[in-house]
């Protein structure tokens, strides 16, 4: 009994899921895009990205913070309070409520205040860097997994060209079985080489979904979207020097233009440590109430002993003479911060410099395999019509047919490969180099060098 119902249960159970994938493919929105929409829509959608952006909108309002510190304060205390004794008692008090509205703005305050907002805005500058440099990195990823995307497509089309040429083969096969000119072996080892490149076309055809499911993740669209590519791979000569590339990569790549910010904002915080061995000035004025009612509104005001009416305006002058040597391991702290940051901005002059070789080097290896890989689809083709031509006149064996159609595949499986990597390695090289995608670093480049 138990095991009718669990058998019922499984039944529904895959009903149910087989119902659930039909809908879900029923429903799967088609998008017809070419690499720039893939980007575009990267662009709008990447976590990456939204994730940069609500750092730089951090980084905006750490500025506001840091230069609203250096405007004027308004300050409201009240307070309310039971009190009894023998004083208040005889006068008939028992209650004390006091106001005191206070502003307050700093005059002078050894750097600090000037520090910390220089220290925002550079702090700001780095961050719209970075913000630059994940776009630029989330561009070269969906340029990547389009492209993979294509290469898995011509496979697609490699594998489909197998099965039919040998399906064509088999069918030559079995003709001649069946007039008794070939022995069965053939019939049998041309039937395997075919379920064979059935098995690699259902491969393909799931690196294909699986690129494609990639790319949907990485544009930020639902992962069953189907999506139909318009473009196709191609070769566009490179004609940039590998020295051309490095330089524009040092003057141009915004993680080390913000790296460099960020030995300023260390520099900055070194002057705002330094600001402790400086006094502070601040300008105050206060007006204060207090007595038996809340705001003295009572015919005893004029009483001193009832209400308290009292006002100052004034300046006020701190200075930490000796601090024990505290600012002075501040300072000290602040300048080992400098030295860290001048070895970070290095390491990312160093790291853009081999990011850069590494992908012309990928570039200029895959730009030299690819004629050669041309050539040998085409001879590939030849001698697979050769061995055709030879096993059909009795002269040559099924063997050098279908080892002549696995080299035919192999060939044109790595020419589109070949293909596949010059691409993604010019995207990775646009990359490396810093090539712009929304922010134009010259501005940035200019307030740098003024700081």
């Known amino acids: 009994m138990n095991n009718n119902r669990f058998k019922k249960l499984t039944t529904l159970v895959i009903s149910g899921a087989m119902t659930m994938s039909v809908a879900g493919t029923a429903m799967a929105e088609t998008m017809d895009v070419n690499i720039e929409d893939c980007v575009n829509l990267a662009m709008a959608n990447n976590h990456t990205i939204r994730s940069a952006i609500d750092d730089y909108d951090s980084a905006v309002w750490a500025r506001h913070i840091a230069r609203r510190q250096h405007g004027p304060t308004l300050n409201w205390t009240s307070a309310a309070r039971r009190i009894g004794g023998n004083v208040y008692s005889a006068a008939n008090v028992n209650s ?21 907002i220089k220290a925002a805005d550079l702090s700001l500058n780095a ?29 697609i089309a490699v594998s489909q060209n197998s099965v039919k040429t040998l399906e064509e083969h088999l069918r030559n096969v079995n003709a001649q079985f069946n007039a008794g000119t070939v022995a069965k072996s053939d019939l049998l080892a041309s039937e395997v080489q075919l379920s064979n490149a059935k098995l690699n076309l259902v491969s393909s055809q799931n690196n294909y979904d699986l690129a494609i499911a990639n790319l949907n993740n990485i544009v930020g669209v639902p992962s069953g979207t189907q999506l139909n590519l318009k473009d196709e791979l191609g070769y566009i000569p490179y004609e940039i020097s590998l020295e051309q590339c490095s330089e524009y990569a040092q003057q141009n790549r915004p993680d080390i233009l913000a790296a460099d910010y960020r030995v300023k904002v260390a520099e900055a915080q070194r002057d705002v440590a330094a600001s402790g061995n400086l006094p502070k000035v601040n300008a105050s004025v206060s007006k204060s109430i207090a007595g038996d009612k809340a705001f003295g509104e009572d015919d005893r005001a004029t009483d001193p002993f009832y209400t308290q009416n009292n006002w100052y305006a004034g300046i006020g002058i701190s200075w930490d003479i000796f601090d024990n040597n505290v600012t ?22 160093d790291t853009g410099d081999l990011e850069v070789r ?51 595949t192999a060939a044109q499986s790595k020419y589109y490969n070949t293909l596949y990597q010059y691409n993604n390695s010019k995207a990775d090289l646009d990359r490396a180099m810093g090539l712009m995608v929304d922010l134009d670093v010259s501005k940035l480049q200019e307030q740098l060098a003024k700081n």
Not at 358 to 377: D, G, H, M, P, R
Request: aromatic content about 6%.
């Open 358 to 408: 590494t992908a012309y080097l990928n570039l200029t290896s895959a730009e030299k395999s690819i004629e050669t890989a041309k050539v040998a689809v085409e001879k590939a083709k030849e001698d697979y019509k050769i061995a055709q031509v030879r096993y059909s006149a009795g002269v040559g064996t099924n063997l050098d047919v279908m080892d002549a159609e696995e080299k035919l």
């Open 328 to 349: 002075q391991a501040k300072v000290k702290q602040a300048k080992a911060a400098i030295e860290k940051a001048k070895e970070a901005a290095q390491q990312a002059r």
């Open 96 to 116: 004390l409520y006091s106001n005191t509205v206070s502003v307050s703005m700093p005059i002078y305050s050894g750097g600090q205040l000037e520090g910390a």
């Open 127 to 155: 961050s719209e860097l970075a913000l630059e440099s994940t776009k630029q990195s989330v561009k070269a990823k969906t340029q990547a997994a389009y492209y993979n995307a294509l290469n898995c497509r011509n496979q």
